[in-house]
Structure formats: structure tokens, C-alpha cells
């Protein structure tokens, strides 16, 4: 439709019909959520990935860690809620789980740091070598959690996922 054209009431209509009906449908929270919590939450199986399989290059994993030292934003989670309220909380992670699998490694001390680019001296340091103070501002920095409802449909949930990861388009070097 060129800027030309304008819509009929009906047309219009339809619209807002369809964007009102589709925001029913996409349920979802956002929570605040430490490296701590979203640690021991997937540790207790309270937060789960259905293949937990490490497929981050060791470069990849590195520069996550040096990020969240750094007190560098961290990319959010997106989780769909599973459980029941308020008894039971479960959530299943549709993205992130590169990020919670290495956080998770980190704070175990089955990573060692490596190759970092900017923190150098930290390299051959695993969380446990790093000072107290460091690790408790570490633990206590914050991610942002995504939690769809489970009154969304589980493609619709996927698909929100994929579109929230979808990113943008790399910027090239002038």
C-alpha cells in the first residue's frame, strides 16, 4: 500500500483486531535476575536446558566471562515458564543456554581464564583465584530474564526467542 492509499475503516479494523488478539496471546515478564541466582537456579534444577552440551569455542566463552567482570551488559535470557504457580517454579531456557552453561562452568572453576583481550592479567586465573571482592561483584551482577508464560504457545514461544536473538547486522569498520 503506497503512503498515497489510505486505509478504510475496515482495514483498519482488522488491524487492531490482530495486533489486540496477538498481544493476548504473547504473555511474558521481564526479571532481573544475579549470575548467582540464574547459577544456583540451573543447578537445582529449577532452570533447565534441554541439551546442556557446551558448543561455545573457548574465545567465545572467554569474552562472556571478561564482559560480566567488567560489569559489561550481559545479552538477555529468554525462559518459558513451566511450572505450576505458586507451588512450583520451572523455567526452560529457549535462549541463553551458551550463557548459563559458561556462567555455570566459571563459577564451578572448570574454566580457567584465557586469552582474554582486555583483563590479560587475569588470564591462567580461575574464579576461585580471582580476589573476593571481585568474585562477589561478579555473582551479584545482573542479566535480564525473559519469562514467557505458559499460556504462550510453545512455537510462538520459540519464535519469540528466535526473533529477540535474532540480532542485527554486524557494524563494518570504517
Same mark, same amino acid.
Given at each position: ?34 549470575? /548467582? ?39 538477555? *535470557?529468554?525462559?518459558?515458564? /513451566? ?36 583483563? /590479560? ?29 505458559? /499460556? ?11 526473533? *529477540? ?10
Amino acid at each position: 500500500m503506497s503512503q498515497d492509499q489510505i486505509m478504510s475503516e475496515p482495514q483498519k479494523r482488522e488491524i487492531l483486531n490482530q495486533l489486540e488478539e496477538m498481544q493476548r496471546k504473547v504473555d511474558y515478564d521481564v526479571q532481573l535476575s544475579s549470575i /548467582t541466582s540464574i547459577v544456583e537456579e540451573f543447578r537445582d534444577n529449577i532452570l533447565r536446558i534441554p541439551k546442556s552440551t557446551l558448543v561455545w569455542s573457548k574465545r567465545q566463552q572467554m569474552r562472556l566471562i571478561e564482559m560480566a567482570i567488567m560489569g559489561l551488559p550481559i545479552p538477555s *535470557i529468554v525462559v518459558l515458564f /513451566t511450572g505450576e504457580y505458586p507451588y512450583d517454579e520451572e523455567y526452560e531456557v529457549l535462549d541463553g543456554t551458551q550463557r548459563v552453561l559458561t556462567l555455570e562452568a566459571f563459577m564451578s572453576n572448570r574454566l580457567r581464564l584465557e586469552n582474554l583481550e582486555i583483563l /590479560t592479567s587475569l588470564n591462567g586465573f580461575s574464579f576461585s583465584d580471582i580476589h573476593f571482592i571481585q568474585r562477589n561483584k561478579f555473582k551479584s551482577r545482573i542479566l535480564k530474564m525473559i519469562v514467557i508464560e505458559k /499460556t504462550v504457545p510453545r512455537d510462538m514461544a520459540r519464535e519469540i526467542a528466535m526473533r *529477540i536473538d535474532s540480532g542485527g547486522t554486524p557494524l563494518a569498520d570504517n
